[in-house]
């Protein structure tokens, strides 16, 4: 991970927000190539959601709703976290990321040890467990820990439990519900009539204007309402990097299918095509894995969850959720809004809510992701025999910031810099391409390797000597090299970057 982190502040990746003041936690901005590489993601789901789909319209809706639509929604009352605060410390901690453990010696409990969620939170309870076992001096045999988390901690316990930030007992206060949406006012008022909330998912937006698609758009079930957009959420511990950050960015996708439809192929259908859909921005298929929500941790009206789930440097982790939600997000607003939310039956000549699958996404993630995978340090030779590191990104051509870097072999030769240009200029129109003529040519190779290039094309003695106007392609993960004439660039660049 702190490879790659370096890497995306090296290269122009990602930056932590307002550096320059000491940053500000779970906030990120998008340098050069970051911003690149988020708008490939965002642009290859919109083709592949909406354009190259039939049944599947865009929307774009308002960060800022109505306050009543998250009362509806039930993210007043319920989008909550469980928080517990360190009082000596002032630290806070989500209560089920704090683990803990009885130390029990020869049956009895001598004490408690805690520790965060991490890859191995029982290894360090334990390691903690036998720590707490000889600074006491306890003799007898030490049981495994059994860990829990701090919403499973009785009130007698939480006393009892050593804070991670003091590792002293008497601290820790009872897990209590923080609710993670950001709160402003809107207009001059500031008082409880002007509350409003940044919106904590994109999804609402889609069920709030779910009648006005099916009055304009020309829908019919079943079919689906995807927007892409920024959501916020006032996480308490943000962490790994851009993974779990306050300010993400979502594509969500809800679609609506009738009361009677079988719920859970499409539920299948759906989880099968993002899995597919991230194969093909080069995710590949050894990182990824499903996991089922188990039935009784699903909220009420939910038929089931799976989450695609992905492993990262930190441990496999939740990349994009495939919900079915049953028609409770209409039902709730028809109920708030006194507007129903009905569609009509031909067949049956009756008024029926709609059903929905939900496939949620975040890019933030996605980009993390592809980043992890792609990440390499490996041993090459140069020119001259010399094993050399070389960094390299392999990002699928769809994805990657810069498609093609055109590299004149040398930078005072009229007649090569003149058909760099020239290839330069007319590749620019269609693709996001790099001119470089600054050092050696193995130099120009390495530094489009480390950002993901997958080609780089060089404009040398045999391009304007030899008659056939070639180049010299270079592929980034091969590193082999061959002859191409100009039509061959733009077949294969028309054939992998789609
Ligand atoms: N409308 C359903 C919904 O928002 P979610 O599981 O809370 O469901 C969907 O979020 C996706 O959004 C997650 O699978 C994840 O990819 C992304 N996401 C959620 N919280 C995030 C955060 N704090 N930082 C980055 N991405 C986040």
Redesign the pocket.
């Known amino acids: 991970m702190e490879n790659i982190v370096a890497l995306a502040k090296r290269r122009g990746f990602i930056f932590q927000s307002s550096e320059i003041y000491g940053g500000l936690n779970?906030f990120f901005d998008y340098g050069p190539l970051g911003s690149e590489l988020k708008k490939n993601i965002r642009d290859c789901w919109w083709k592949d959601m909406v354009h190259r789909r039939d049944d599947i319209v865009g929307l774009e809706s308002s960060i800022i709703m109505h306050p009543k639509v998250w009362e509806a929604s039930g993210h007043v009352a319920g989008f909550t976290d469980p928080l517990i605060d360190c009082k000596v410390s002032k630290q806070r901690y989500r209560a089920d990321q704090l683990f803990f453990s009885p130390v029990v010696v020869d049956g009895k409990t001598a004490g408690y040890v805690s520790a965060l969620e991490s890859e191995n939170t029982v290894g360090a309870l334990q390691a903690a467990a036998e720590a707490f076992k000889r600074k006491k001096a306890l003799q007898g045999t030490l049981a495994p820990v059994v860990a829990k988390d701090m919403t499973e901690a009785k009130p007698e316990e939480i006393e009892l439990i050593p804070s991670p930030a003091t590792g002293e007992a008497g601290s820790l206060t009872p897990p209590r519900s923080f609710n993670m949406m950001f709160q402003t006012n809107v207009g001059a008022m500031t008082d409880a009539s002007s509350v409003a909330y940044l919106r904590?998912?994109?999804?609402q937006g889609m069920f709030v204007d779910f009648k006005n698609v099916v009055d304009t758009g020309r829908v019919k079930l079943p079919f689906g309402i995807a927007q892409i957009g920024k959501?916020f959420?006032n996480?308490i511990t943000?962490r790994n990097f851009?993974?779990?950050?306050?300010e993400?960015e979502?594509m969500?996708m809800e679609y609506f299918i009738h009361e009677d439809a079988d719920w859970s192929k499409a539920h299948q259908e759906w989880i099968e095509w993002c899995r597919q859909w991230l194969l093909s921005i080069g995710l590949p298929a050894s990182h990824l894995s499903l996991y089922a929500h188990p039935k009784e941790k699903l909220a009420f009206y939910s038929k089931g969850t799976v989450?695609i789930m992905f492993a990262y440097p930190f441990g496999v982790q939740?990349?994009?959720?495939i919900?079915a939600r049953g028609n409770y997000d209409l039902n709730q607003h028809a109920n708030a809004s006194g507007k129903p939310q009905e569609l009509f039956d031909e067949a049956t000549k009756k008024k029926f809510v709609p059903h929905v699958i939900?496939p949620?996404?975040?890019v933030?993630?996605?980009l993390l992701a592809v980043l992890c995978a792609g990440y390499a340090e490996e041993d090459v030779k140069d020119e001259k025999g010399n094993v050399e590191k070389r960094t390299v990104l392999r990002l699928s051509p769809r994805i990657a910031p810069v498609k093609v870097a055109v590299l004149p072999l040398l930078k005072n030769k009229e007649a090569l810099v003149g058909r760099a240009r020239a290839l330069y200029q007319k590749l620019q129109r269609r693709y996001a391409v790099f001119y470089d003529d600054g050092g050696n040519i193995g130099k120009r190779y390495r530094r489009q390797d480390e950002i993901g290039t997958p080609w780089c094309v060089t404009i040398d003695f045999d391009t304007i000597e030899k008659p056939g106007d070639t180049f010299t392609l270079r592929e980034r993960d091969s590193m082999a090299q061959k002859r191409i004439t100009e039509a061959e660039l733009f077949a294969l660049l028309e054939e992998q970057v789609y």
């Open positions: 779970g904590p998912e994109t999804a959501s959420r996480e943000p851009i993974f779990r950050s306050r993400f979502q969500e989450d939740e990349l994009w959720g919900a939900e949620a996404v975040g933030d993630r996605i």
